[in-house]
């Protein structure tokens, strides 16, 4: 369970601005030179905005994480030769229905496909504006073969929500500095 903590409360610091990334595919190193590790993440935030009731009016976002395990990289290996291992959605605003004591999944919609759930597991910190894939194998390869996704999750006194993606750039990204 400790390795959902990660993203909750670092989640403006790692992600800044979703407005700045709309429609394109990002990624972004974290490098960790004392000890000799890396780690990638890959992100896409929604082409749509939704609204929700005060306090988190004014349009919101959500932003899909995909991040690689932290390793140590061997002679030769670059960050970027990283592989997407974890599936992760951050909210701009609000904040997801997803909790230990109920059924968390969200429903998705690849191309013209069938719609399909997905289970999922909140942030170990508590935090409700992130949550974990159970299966992040199976989101990741179906995002890399597809060109459009829609994404609908339940939140807090808003009911179900939906998030369209435009999954075209994930091969080719463009590098954060």
């Known amino acids: 369970?400790?390795?959902?903590?990660?993203?909750?409360?670092?989640?403006?610091?790692?992600?800044?601005?979703?407005s700045s990334f709309a429609?394109?595919?990002?990624?972004?190193?974290?490098?960790d030179e004392m000890r000799g590790t890396a780690q990638k993440f890959v992100r896409s935030v929604s082409d749509n905005s939704v609204d929700f009731d005060?306090?988190?009016?004014?349009?919101?976002q959500m932003t899909i994480v995909l991040r690689s395990k932290k390793v140590t990289l061997k002679d030769g290996q670059k960050p970027d030769?990283?592989?997407?291992?974890?599936?992760?959605l951050v909210m701009s605003k609000g904040q997801f229905l997803c909790n230990s004591f109920?059924?968390?999944?969200?429903?998705?919609?690849f191309d013209d496909g069938k719609i399909?759930?997905?289970s999922m597991t909140e942030a170990?910190?508590?935090?409700?504006?992130?949550?974990?894939?159970e299966n992040s194998a199976s989101f990741i390869k179906n995002v890399s073969s597809h060109?459009?996704?829609?994404?609908?999750?339940?939140?807090?006194?808003?009911?179900?929500?939906?998030?369209?993606?435009?999954?075209?750039?994930?091969?080719?990204p463009k590098i954060e500095q």
């Open 54 to 60: 005060f306090p988190y009016n004014g349009g919101s």
């Open 102 to 109: 109920n059924d968390c999944h969200i429903s998705v919609k």
């Open 81 to 88: 030769d990283l592989k997407p291992t974890e599936a992760v």
């Open 116 to 118: 399909q759930q997905y």
């Open 147 to 172: 060109k459009k996704l829609i994404i609908e999750a339940e939140f807090y006194q808003a009911g179900n929500k939906q998030f369209k993606f435009d999954l075209t750039g994930y091969s080719s």
């Open 23 to 31: 429609n394109d595919w990002s990624t972004y190193f974290k490098n």
């Open 1 to 18: 369970m400790t390795k959902y903590l990660f993203l909750g409360a670092t989640a403006f610091l790692l992600f800044p601005s979703a």
């Open 124 to 133: 170990a910190d508590g935090s409700s504006d992130v949550i974990f894939f």
